[in-house]
């Protein structure tokens, strides 16, 4: 299975993300702060930036949001 864990870069959303990893999913980790992907790349998860407080983007054009639909 694909998983994508916001907040997965940090905390229990980064151990939810070595647990599944473990188990032999793909993990997506999306997360605000680009200096905590390498901890979340270091488990096996693939790290994307995403603001949950941002506003909605108007489109799929949105490069995190691009990179989001291509990896599902």
Wanted: hydrophobic share 45%.
């Amino acid at each position: 299975m694909k998983y994508i864990i916001v907040g997965g870069t940090s905390g229990i959303g980064l151990a939810t993300a070595r647990m599944a990893i473990e188990a032999g999913h793909s993990v997506l980790a999306a997360g605000r702060d680009e200096a905590k992907f390498p901890e979340a790349e270091s488990v096996g998860a693939k790290a994307a930036q995403i603001d949950a407080s941002d506003p909605p983007p108007s489109s799929a054009s949105s490069p995190n949001m691009a990179s989001l639909i291509t990896w599902c």
